[in-house]
């Protein structure tokens, strides 16, 4: 599972990545970005909302041509946060239409989104 590690060092700038909870720490990931020594780490969990991503849609139809398909469009992915499970739509979607999507699955826990996505069937 990823989860977010949170670096300190004695000048109080703080920087964060979101990793694998078993990663194996680098020495260049405790400088901070004006290249001060971290003086701590801290493992923070991230808080059960689904993440969100649209995925282009579109592929080479005709590699000889170089035609596409389904330009400008997009499919919907849900994913839970411990990245275990993940939902894409079977259908495509214009920017404006996945934009409209993905405000109802806004701040929603996994398993409000899993019912919400099965609702919806998008």
């Not at 989860?3 to 020495?27: A, G, L, M, S």
């Not at 139809?61 to 035609?67: E, S």
């Not at 398909?69 to 275990?84: D, L, P």
């Amino acid at each position: 599972m990823k989860i977010y590690w949170i670096y300190r060092c004695d000048d109080n700038h703080t920087w964060e990545f979101f990793r694998d909870e078993n990663y194996q720490v680098k020495p260049e990931d405790s400088l901070c970005p004006y290249g001060h020594k971290a003086v701590t780490v801290e493992k923070r969990f991230p808080i059960d909302q689904v993440e969100i991503a649209f995925r282009p849609a579109g592929y080479l139809a005709d590699p000889v041509t170089g035609r596409y398909v389904f330009e400008k469009k997009y499919k919907f992915v849900i994913t839970n946060f411990r990245e275990t499970k993940f939902l894409i739509s079977e259908k495509r979607y214009s920017w404006e239409d996945i934009k409209v999507l993905a405000e109802k699955f806004k701040n929603k826990s996994a398993s409000e989104a899993w019912e919400l996505w099965y609702k919806l069937n998008p």
